[in-house]
């Protein structure tokens, strides 16, 4: 079947460093895309991997291991901005978006 | 500002009434979509339309009925819906491409309340 796990919610420290996590199990993969969602706001997109590997746009990287169905988002230098929803979505051999419940990022002075 | 616009932010229905949402892209896009996003839950896909024409209709209740007149416009009619119908509803575009995954690019969404 279809699945895409990620925590639920997770806290950190402005400055700091955090790695969301998500889990996939997509028939047919065709990529996986990490989206921002602060609240009450559209979904924004963040960044889409379809290769292994790492992949680094300024403060955000984007993680990719297909044999393992894992990928993971790392965010630097936190800023209080970056408290926001952030959803993970794989994509099948549809292309067709198959999401995560997101997973709440909290962060603290 | 977002290239795709959603109208009302904000509607309070009671279960008889007739209510449609409005979605505008301005991105000239080909393909639009409509989720339903409830709390801690994923995202829910609704309806999308692929070069103004239906491709998937997910199993979602008649009570929803969506139209898109051209490929700028989406509409999500409602009518005589549940209070478990409350959600963010959100509409998304993008451009669909000859192979190879789509970014969408949502709206802001409309908050739904249902007495």
């Known amino acids: 079947g279809q699945n895409i796990d990620q925590p639920t919610e997770m806290t950190a420290t402005e400055g700091a460093i955090v790695q969301i996590n998500c889990t996939y199990q997509?028939?047919?993969?065709?990529?996986l895309f990490w989206y921002q969602q602060h609240a009450g706001e559209a979904p924004t997109f963040l960044s889409y991997n379809v290769l292994d590997g790492l992949e680094e746009k300024g403060r955000f990287s984007s993680f990719l291991s297909r044999s393992k169905g894992y990928s993971y988002l790392l965010l630097k230098e936190l800023q209080m901005k970056d408290s926001a929803s952030y959803l993970c979505?794989?994509?099948?051999?549809?292309?067709?978006?198959?999401w995560g419940a997101g997973t709440k990022l909290i962060i603290k002075p | 500002e977002t290239g795709v616009t959603q109208t009302p932010r904000h509607l309070v229905m009671g279960m008889t009434n007739k209510k449609s949402l409005k979605c505008e892209q301005h991105l000239g896009h080909n393909a639009m979509y409509w989720y339903k996003q409830s709390a801690k839950k994923p995202l829910e896909l609704m309806f999308v339309?692929?070069?103004?024409?239906?491709?998937e209709n997910n199993s979602v209740p008649s009570r929803f009925s969506p139209e898109c007149p051209n490929s700028s416009h989406l509409f999500l009619h409602l009518h005589t819906l549940q209070p478990e119908d409350s959600a963010l509803y959100l509409c998304?575009?993008?451009?669909?491409?000859?192979?190879?995954?789509?970014?969408?690019?949502f709206g802001p969404g409309t908050r739904l309340t249902v007495l």
């Open positions: 339309y692929s070069l103004e024409e239906r491709v």
């Open positions: 979505a794989s994509t099948d051999s549809n292309y067709q978006l198959i």
């Open positions: 998304a575009s993008s451009q669909v491409p000859r192979g190879g995954a789509d970014t969408q690019y």
């Open positions: 997509t028939s047919g993969f065709n990529g």
